[in-house]
């Protein structure tokens, strides 16, 4: 949900300042109404977990819960026996608040159990601490209802008094859509794209090996999925991508009616409130707040329509010191290749950047805008980058043919060598994104750059190792756009009714590799150069004529 109404605001009267009050105060507020929500259900059990003597102290301070299970993974000198100690060295937790499933290897019995089980008679836990050290969860977000307190990632002050409201039915945003459609995970059994799986700190996201998988529950909203994912398989919803941008273009349009000049923008996480509130008084009129569920939930496409919407700059205001490694990395790399565009066309990479709050009485914004399209752009995250980029690319004073791109970034083209090239299509039935398709009515190979996200797949469908990845972006539109042949050749053309009916390569690697093969000797080798017309027909008179030769036909 974006929010930009800062009460501090109201206490500006430069120009820039009113301007920037009247257009956030004239731009609607972006917010589902009724977002779809999963349900989480507390009925207060608590498993308490690490060395005997911390959690048998601690005990007491949950007595309000409807029951507290002790889990002691070190045995205190002078162990005390109690009905609700358990002790095992060996631990697995997984699951969210009202389901978590702990199984361990209970001292005094001879498998791993169901710890639930044994302790209270049921299947799950309803909330965990976590006083061991290390933790048993090696996830950045725990989920909702798990307090790694050993690791310092909760305080046991606050866990104390946060417990026991936590029993009921909770409801929680479903953050994410997801389009199976859309990805580029896999195909036809060939694994691809994993970018989603990689930025999750949540462990949320998981592959079947046919399909991505998003738990709901384990979810917690940093959107870095979104922002990783190169085809908008997976978008945000709190709000869409979409909506986000036409909101930005509105509230950067009122501003500039009201009279402001030279907006930056100021991109923030709703966790940062407080200190973009005590930050904005040293800074500039002319930055612009917007809030954002959470940072990482806008990309790249997003800088750069701010830019093309007329904004000097883009900051991206976060603590970087206490985000997880996976978000910062994620935010980092885009980063890195929304810097380098600007790089290679000669721009301030200064355009779009971290900000550090510590920098504010020190900031200065540029005095001129990179761009200023009169209309909001349109189609997918990708048609809305490229748009933006082609037009800061047309007035750019360094205008590269191509340029390199940040790892794993998904933009590039594909090679392929035509003399191992059989244009069997392996690398068309798995494209995800139809980058790579068939000339249609002759054999070829076409391809498009700009629908290319680099999921792999082509790479390895192909069996003859004929194409391999190029990273990259080629700047001329009109090349990026259209449809390159990659190869083409001949058809070959059915020696029973002349029909072309496939590559000549193919027809010639099937008769190499295939004329020592016992099923294909004598007459039978020659319906290769067949359509599948004539070869039945061939295959039917042949069995007809002669009865007995069908077990060779």
């Not at 095992?88 to 791993?112: I, N, P, Q, R």
């Not at 510590?358 to 909001?376: C, Q, R, S, V, W």
Request: aromatic share 6%; hydrophobic share 40%.
């Amino acid at each position: 949900m974006l929010n930009s109404t800062l009460k501090a605001l109201s206490a500006y009267d430069e120009q820039n300042g009113k301007a920037r009050l009247a257009a956030i105060n004239g731009t609607v507020e972006l917010s589902n109404l009724i977002p779809p929500t999963v349900s989480y259900e507390s009925r207060g059990n608590v498993l308490l977990v690490g060395a005997e003597e911390v959690i048998t102290t601690l005990e007491a301070q949950f007595a309000s819960l409807k029951s507290v299970t002790l889990l002691a993974t070190t045995k205190a000198d002078n162990s005390d026996k109690r009905d609700n100690l358990y002790f095992a060295s060996k631990v697995t937790v997984k699951g969210y608040l009202g389901a978590f499933e702990v199984s361990c290897d209970v001292e005094s019995m001879l498998t791993t159990v169901n710890l639930a089980k044994v302790a209270i008679g049921q299947e799950c836990f309803d909330l965990i601490v976590d006083m061991t050290e290390t933790g048993l969860s090696d996830v950045e977000i725990c989920a909702p209802g798990y307090y790694a307190v050993g690791t310092g990632r909760a305080k046991l002050a606050n866990v104390v008094d946060d417990l026991p409201a936590m029993i009921g039915t909770f409801d929680k945003p479903k953050y994410f859509r997801l389009d199976p459609e859309r990805c580029a995970h896999s195909s036809r059994g060939v694994t691809g794209c994993e970018r989603c799986v990689d930025a999750c700190p949540a462990g949320a996201l998981s592959s079947t090996g046919d399909r991505i998988e998003i738990n709901p529950y384990l979810c917690q909203g940093v959107g870095t999925c979104a922002t990783a994912c190169p085809t908008e398989a997976i978008s945000y919803a709190l709000p869409d991508p979409a909506n986000t941008q036409h909101f930005v273009y509105r509230l950067l349009e009122n501003y500039r009616k009201a009279g402001g000049e030279s907006p930056t923008l100021l991109f923030y996480g709703n966790r940062d409130q407080a200190t973009v509130n005590e930050t904005l008084a040293e800074l500039p009129e002319s930055v612009i707040p917007v809030a954002l569920e959470e940072l990482a939930t806008v990309g790249i496409d997003t800088w750069f329509s701010a830019l093309a919407y007329g904004a000097h700059q883009v900051l991206l205001a976060t603590h970087t010191s206490y985000i997880p490694d996976t978000i910062d990395r994620v935010l980092r790399n885009e980063l890195a290749t929304a810097q380098s565009f600007l790089a290679e066309m000669g721009y301030e990479v200064e355009r779009i950047t971290l900000f550090d709050f510590a920098e504010a009485k020190t900031f200065t914004g540029f005095d001129a805008a990179l761009l200023n399209i009169a209309a909001p752009l349109e189609g997918s995250k990708r048609d809305k980058l490229f748009t933006a980029l082609d037009a800061l690319y047309e007035q750019a004073s360094v205008k590269p043919a191509h340029s390199a791109v940040a790892e794993n970034a998904p933009y590039g083209s594909v090679d392929c060598r035509a003399e191992d090239c059989t244009l069997c299509m392996g690398c068309v039935s798995v494209c995800p994104t139809r980058a790579l398709h068939a000339i249609g009515e002759r054999p070829g190979l076409l391809f498009i750059e700009q629908d290319c996200v680099q999921c792999g797949m082509c790479e390895k469908a192909c069996p003859e190792k004929a194409i391999t990845l190029n990273p990259g972006v080629t700047w001329n539109a009109q090349v990026r756009q259209e449809a390159q042949v990659l190869h083409e050749e001949e058809a070959a053309c059915c020696t029973s009714c002349g029909k072309p009916f496939a590559p000549a390569s193919m027809v010639k690697m099937l008769t190499e590799k295939l004329q020592n093969h016992s099923h294909f000797q004598g007459e039978a080798i020659r319906r290769l150069n067949m359509c599948e017309d004539c070869r039945v027909r061939d295959i039917f008179s042949t069995i007809v004529d002669d009865p007995e030769s069908q077990l060779n036909v």
